[in-house]
């Protein structure tokens, strides 16, 4: 196996979960634009198909979005029969699919059991659950990469809640392991954003944005194209990384 620098991806293909969100569509349009072939993985809405379309498309790929949900394993294993089916390989896989929902670490009443159950769902279960379905395909390029979109709240233990905290962390700690248990056929990384322009945590608008800004050390907040530079790089020249996280979070951690 090698892991020299590599400026394009043509030929490979990536399966990116919360495709359509905004750090998963940023990310599908920086690799679609290295002329890899991009799989949106999708729970809801109707356009889909259509913003598979849209992302670049040079060097003749097939783009494409498929429902799955990642709390559904039999979705997931479809997905990944589906993928198999139409490309026959998994070269990269981006976890980006997640919720959350803001309480204040002090509220314990409100982080009620069904709340934790289901963060821990969404945030942990479901990606581990995505990297077993598609792990096969990934050893078989011999060249795999894992990227999981995490955050600083895992190790900072500020987030959006305490059990969005434990998700996180979680998610690191066991995407370590994994990258021990799957080397060197698979790289896995971590890459943890602080606050980044998108509505991934409900209710948090201009003013959460600019109170964040003033307080991050490079003045401002992530925006998604900002981790999806850090995937493109994992992709492309940063191949000899595996077992760590990346921080994306313009020092906010500091």
Known sequence: MSFDPQSQLHGKIAVITGGLGAIGYATATRLAALGATCVLLHRSGNDGAARAAALPSDSGQHHGAIRADIVDTPSLQAAAAEVKAAHGRCDILVNSAGHTQPIAAGDLDALTDELIDDLLRANFRGVFATIRAFAPMLKATGDGLVVNISSIAGFTGVGSNLAYVAAKAGLDVVGDALAKALAPAVR????????????????????????????????????????????????????FVTGTRIVVDGGRHL
């Open 188 to 239: 896995v990384v971590s890459v943890s954003p602080g606050a980044v322009e998108s509505g991934f945590v409900p209710g948090r608008g201009a003013e959460f944005a600019n109170k964040m800004a003033s307080t991050t050390p490079l003045g401002r907040i992530g925006k998604p194209d900002d981790v999806a530079a850090t995937v493109e790089a994992l992709a492309t020249t940063l191949r």
